[in-house]
């Protein structure tokens, strides 16, 4: 399994929480050790593998607007610290998720997007998994049932295709325009992902690189675009050298 994250502002000087990026590794008794990542303040986990080779990753997303307040609602941080720790497989964290849900049907109250994937080809079912999470619902989406429509591989961004979402208005989400950055990204990447299917290689470290540097040229939203190898080595995609941002 590969795995590229776009997270935004770590090129922003201004921003200096974001312009560091620090991994935790993380032993617990009678649990899976894990190491996550994240920027400095961070309380929580939010992007992280286990020594089962279990990546579970989390992105902003949206909520219904009105309505009344979930009671009961765990942060999503400590949610996806316990997927990590209690889990073996993609399938083994639905029910996790299910645990953590508040009065109202979903588990993040405030919206988000999570991927889980595994490269293990012996386990039963989907080896990524989309969860779409707001304060009413969980839905889980797998590769190929959105674009880009590949089937090894799977990409999430801060908008929502299940929830909230109607094919009628394919630009908002719970009838909100969607912003600009979150739709251009997933567009732009789309695109190539769907264009190295069909034309190039698989995946690999360098095809991710060109999908992160798509996204870095401009501002806006985290992203995450996961394909699939052999490898499981944890290693930054940077070369260190500043990717060039196209502005206006």
């Not at 590969?2 to 620090?22: P, Q, W, Y």
């Not at 941080?77 to 399938?91: D, E, F, I, K, N």
């Amino acid at each position: 399994m590969i795995a590229g994250r776009k997270m935004d502002g770590e090129n922003d000087v201004r921003k200096v929480t974001v312009s560091h990026f620090l991994a935790h590794a993380v032993t617990l008794p009678g649990g899976a050790s894990f190491v996550h990542f994240m920027w400095p303040g961070f309380v929580s986990v939010a992007s992280g593998v286990n020594q089962h080779g279990l990546w579970v990753m989390m992105n902003d997303g949206s909520s219904l607007s009105a309505g009344p307040a979930a009671q009961h609602a765990t942060p999503f941080g400590w949610t996806v610290r316990q997927m990590l720790a209690r889990s073996r497989t993609v399938a083994g964290t639905r029910p996790i998720v299910a645990e953590f849900a508040s009065d109202q049907g979903g588990t993040c109250s405030g919206g988000c997007n999570l991927l889980v994937a595994q490269a293990d080809r012996s386990a039963s079912g989907a080896q990524a998994l989309v969860l779409e999470s707001d304060r009413s619902a969980n839905s889980w989406r797998a590769p190929g049932e959105v674009e880009p429509l590949i089937t090894r591989g799977i990409m999430v961004t801060n908008h929502e295709f299940i929830n909230g979402y109607d094919q009628r208005s394919p630009l908002e989400n719970y009838g909100e325009q969607v912003y600009f950055s979150s739709l251009w990204r997933y567009e732009a990447d789309k695109n190539l992902a769907n264009a190295f299917a069909e034309y190039g290689p698989p995946i690999g470290t360098e095809e991710m690189k060109r999908l992160l540097q798509s996204d870095a040229r401009n501002h806006g939203a985290q992203h995450h675009v996961p394909g699939s190898t052999c490898a499981r080595r944890l290693r930054p995609c940077s070369d260190g050298r500043p990717v060039a941002r196209r502005r206006g």
